[in-house]
């Protein structure tokens, strides 16, 4: 009865591969994130959807692209993985206005 | 822009001592002020919030959390320290003007030893 569940735990791909990762929450939230942290441990928001509608979206660059099938879902594809990619990205839930649900994290090895 | 500091990269206390973590914001408005903890491995789990009301906050696990509008401040506290409470925890404020969207703190390592 995982409430938001990442998959994969652990993503090792090399340079220049296209790589996906999934988040699903049966919490019922309207709004879905991606937050990227990096070795430092810093938390940073990526993108946010409400509804299947993107409303964050801050300075990531364009090979990173999110996609909402449904707004129980908010998937994360990475093209052309760079090193610099590397790092543990976390999928979030909220109710409007609440505080997040996190899921337990993908972190992804760029070599 | 809404941001908040957390001073102190570690903090380490003996078990059955109290606990301080620290977290400062920089807010122009009312702050939504949240305290999250991860463990290894782990993502990030909800501890407790101060919206509007009573300066001190109780939240999960024995976690209570200050906050004093004069020092821009809102610190974790918990009476006493437990083993299991080591771990990273971070402070957050929500966005005033998109409340989908919080800035999160720098973390800070917790170490509560035997």
């Known amino acids: 009865d995982t409430a938001v569940s990442q998959t994969p735990k652990y993503l090792v791909t090399q340079m220049g591969n296209d790589k996906s990762i999934k988040c699903e929450q049966n919490?019922?939230?309207?709004?879905m994130y991606w937050y990227k942290q990096d070795s430092k441990k810093f938390l940073k928001i990526m993108f946010s959807?409400?509804?299947?509608?993107?409303?964050i979206n801050e300075t990531v660059p364009n090979r990173f692209s999110p996609k909402s099938p449904d707004k129980a879902h908010l998937n994360l594809h990475i093209n052309s993985l760079e090193l610099g990619d590397s790092a543990v990205y976390f999928c979030?839930?909220?109710?409007?206005?609440?505080?997040?649900?996190f899921g337990s994290g993908t972190r992804l090895t760029v070599v | 822009a809404q941001s908040v500091a957390q001073p102190e990269d570690q903090v380490n206390v003996a078990e059955g001592n109290p606990l301080t973590v620290k977290c400062t914001y920089s807010?122009?408005?009312?702050?939504?002020l949240f305290w999250y903890v991860q463990y290894p491995n782990r993502g990030l789990q909800f501890l407790l919030k101060?919206?509007?009301?009573?300066?001190l906050v109780k939240g999960s696990y024995g976690f209570e959390a200050e906050f004093n509008k004069s020092q821009t401040s809102f610190h974790l506290k918990k009476p006493s320290a437990l083993v299991s409470d080591s771990a990273l925890y971070f402070c957050?404020?929500?966005?005033?003007?998109?409340?989908?969207?919080?800035?999160f703190g720098s973390g800070t390592k917790l170490n509560v030893k035997p």
């Open positions: 979030a839930s909220s109710p409007k206005g609440g505080g997040y649900t």
């Open positions: 959807y409400n509804n299947k509608e993107l409303i």
């Open positions: 101060y919206i509007t009301g009573d300066n």
């Open positions: 919490l019922g939230h309207d709004t």
């Open positions: 807010v122009s408005g009312n702050p939504y």
């Open positions: 957050a404020v929500r966005d005033l003007y998109n409340f989908n969207k919080f800035y």
